[in-house]
Structure formats: structure tokens, C-alpha cells
């Protein structure tokens, strides 16, 4: 799509605008914002767009536009397929050798799963390997409530952030402020930064991991516009 409008904004409901136009989802929806905050933001893309739309480069409407025609009519779905990571959460599945990186994923690791034991009154199975052991029922049962009880813009937010970890523990720290984005980012990736140490990384490992983190930032960023 060609750029056609000059001024863009956003009314009082919070709906953004290209001139006198509300902008819609692909759905046909308005464009419509929960926060001042995160219409501004998205308002911004807009805004920077200049001679042709690319998605690509708008990826804070890309997550509400799911928010408003994916989740928003029957966010339990989408809840229970985020909340069935806690069954294979990347943080309890640690290596048993070299120790090095033992040692790295306990000093990485451990602090976020003492922080999820606290705060959801859980506990979690950790395992040696890849091969599957099930958490406890009520684990898994608790932290699906949590992630039940969020609307359709913070599911939209977090399910980059719990795809890219593949850990439901990281995206819930990050949601509730337990953890900084970087700390997330870091714990994420320790297994991979060890194997870089070791062996280097070629450009198509970099220039995918580059995308990701992009990918990371933008549901950090909406995040913080939701309050």
C-alpha cells in the first residue's frame, strides 16, 4: 500500500488516524488502543512510514492488529497454547556437561525459578538433558491461570517473548517486571552464547538472531505502552 495521507493522529477513543480516517485491522476493525501510551506508539510507525507501507517495519501494529482480530474474541485459546510451555520450560532443562556451562545456567537460571517459586507458590522438576519429564500438575495448572488472566494486548505482547525463549518463566518475569529485557535476552540465550564462545557464529546464525531480538524489542516496547 502507497502512503496517501498527510497528518496522522488519534482521537479521543484512542483510535489511530490517517487524516480524517480510522485506520483498520486486516479484520476491519478500528484501530483501537487500550493506553494513550500505545496509540501513540503505534500512531508513530505511521508516521514514519514514506512512500509505501511495510509491515515488516511496524511491528507494534503488527501485535495489536493480532491483539484486536486474533485473540480479542476468545482470548482462552490463544492463553492455553502459551501457557503449555510451562510443561517444557526452557530453564528446566539443564546440561550435565562441560561445567561450565552447568555453572552458567545455575547462576543464569536458578534466581528466576526462585523467583516463579515465590511468586506463584510453585514448583518445578529440572532435568538433566532433553529428554521430557513432566512438571507437577499444579505448576503447570497456576501458571495457566496467570497467563489466563491477561487481556488480549498482553498476550499478543508476550507470545514473541515466550516463543523466542521458549520459556513461559522468562515472558511472566519480563510481564511483571522481576527481570530486565537484557536479563531475559541473556537467559534466554545461554546455551547458544556458550556455543558461540566455543565455536563461533556464521552470518545466517547472526543475521537471524538479529531478527529475533528486533522481534524481542517490539513486544518489550508494547509492553511498556500498556503500563
Same mark, same amino acid.
Given at each position: 500500500m502507497k502512503r496517501f495521507w498527510t497528518n496522522v493522529g488519534v482521537d479521543a477513543d484512542r483510535v489511530v488516524r490517517l487524516d480524517d480516517r480510522p485506520v483498520r485491522t486486516p479484520g476491519r476493525a478500528p484501530l483501537a488502543l487500550p493506553t494513550p501510551a500505545l496509540a501513540e506508539a503505534v500512531a508513530g510507525?505511521?508516521?514514519?512510514?514514506?512512500?509505501?507501507?511495510?509491515?515488516?517495519?511496524m511491528p507494534l501494529t503488527g501485535l495489536a492488529n493480532a491483539a484486536i482480530d486474533r485473540i480479542g474474541a476468545d482470548p482462552a485459546p490463544f492463553a492455553q497454547g502459551l501457557a503449555r510451555y510451562a510443561e517444557t520450560d526452557l530453564l528446566c532443562y539443564r546440561?550435565?556437561?562441560p561445567p561450565e556451562l552447568v555453572e552458567r545456567q545455575d547462576r543464569v537460571?536458578? $534466581?528466576?525459578?526462585?523467583w516463579a517459586r515465590d511468586r506463584y507458590?510453585?514448583?518445578?522438576?529440572?532435568?538433566?538433558?532433553?529428554?521430557?519429564?513432566?512438571? $507437577?500438575d499444579a505448576t503447570v495448572d497456576r501458571l495457566a491461570?496467570?497467563?489466563?488472566?491477561l487481556d488480549a494486548?498482553?498476550?499478543?505482547?508476550?507470545? $514473541?517473548?515466550?516463543?523466542i525463549s521458549g520459556s513461559l518463566v522468562l515472558a511472566l518475569a519480563l510481564l511483571e517486571g522481576a527481570?530486565? $529485557?537484557?536479563?531475559?535476552?541473556?537467559?534466554?540465550?545461554?546455551?547458544?552464547?556458550f556455543q558461540a564462545e566455543i565455536w563461533g557464529e556464521?552470518?545466517?546464525?547472526?543475521?537471524?538472531?538479529?531478527?529475533?531480538?528486533?522481534?524481542f524489542d517490539a513486544a518489550v516496547r508494547f509492553l511498556a505502552a500498556l503500563g
Open positions: 510507525e505511521w508516521r514514519a512510514v514514506e512512500e509505501t507501507v511495510d509491515p515488516r517495519a546440561a550435565d556437561s537460571w536458578n $534466581p528466576l525459578l526462585d507458590d510453585v514448583h518445578f522438576t529440572l532435568v538433566s538433558g532433553i529428554m521430557h519429564r513432566p512438571q $507437577p491461570q496467570a497467563v489466563a488472566a494486548f498482553r498476550l499478543a505482547a508476550l507470545s $514473541p517473548v515466550v516463543t527481570a530486565e $529485557p537484557d536479563a531475559v535476552w541473556i537467559a534466554a540465550h545461554v546455551d547458544e552464547d556464521d552470518y545466517l546464525a547472526i543475521e537471524a538472531r538479529d531478527g529475533k531480538r528486533r522481534e
